[in-house]
């Protein structure tokens, strides 16, 4: 059974998302009080263990994916831009080194490569990130290399040909690593607790 956990939590979208389909929430990571009481309702069961900048992913429960939405203010087209350099967009970074800190301790533990925790990482953000930093897009191709840099930090992961990033795409890097990502408009995507 897949286990999860929820950085930068809100109301519980990524836990929803995993008990429908089979995967269990078992903590999460959020600092405002309502969201909290929300997921607690709801997900009566999971751990919450507080303000992201404060975890370490050694301590943290492992979790076959980390799940997360950083704010998206810095790269929304409707924000400053500031992009991933900024304080609230580049919260994305404490996703990734409490990505590592988990997976290092899964190493240090002597789990063998194919058990090594977390095997995914899910980020969620708003389609201006495709266009944030210079030059435009700079942005998405430095989340993808940092997420991809989780396991090799001698990875690069190249601009597209034309040098603008589509709304759905993949890339193959050797045998090793696969990267996805789609844009969904949340307009359409059900987001009720049943």
């Known amino acids: 059974m897949l286990t999860m956990g929820s950085l ?5 979208g990524f836990p929803l998302a995993a008990v429908r389909n089979g995967i269990v929430p078992l903590w999460a990571s959020e600092i405002e009080a309502f969201p909290i009481e929300v997921t607690k309702y709801h997900f009566p ?3 919450h263990v507080g303000d992201i900048t404060k975890l370490n992913g050694a301590y943290l429960p492992p979790v076959d994916i980390i799940c997360g939405g950083s704010p998206c203010q810095d790269l929304s087209v409707a924000g400053a831009r500031a992009g991933l350099a900024g304080a609230r967009s580049g919260l ?6 409490i990505t590592k800190e988990m997976r290092n301790a899964d190493i240090r533990d002597g789990q063998p ?7 995914f990482l899910v980020w969620e953000n708003v389609p201006g990130a495709f266009s944030s930093g210079e030059p435009k897009g700079e942005d998405f191709r430095i989340v993808l290399e940092e997420i ?14 034309g040098g603008r ?4 795409g993949r890339i193959l890097l ?10 969904l408009d949340a307009q359409l995507c059900e987001a009720s607790h049943n």
């Open 113 to 119: 490569a194919q058990f090594v925790r977390p095997r």
């Open 92 to 97: 994305f970074m404490e996703q990734v080194r």
């Open 174 to 183: 050797g045998t090793d690593f696969s990267l996805a990502w789609r844009v």
């Open 165 to 168: 990033w589509e709304s759905a």
């Open 45 to 47: 069961d999971m751990i």
């Open 8 to 12: 930068f939590d809100g109301i519980g």
């Open 148 to 161: 991809v840099r989780i396991k090799c930090d001698t990875v690069h992961v190249p601009r597209p040909d």
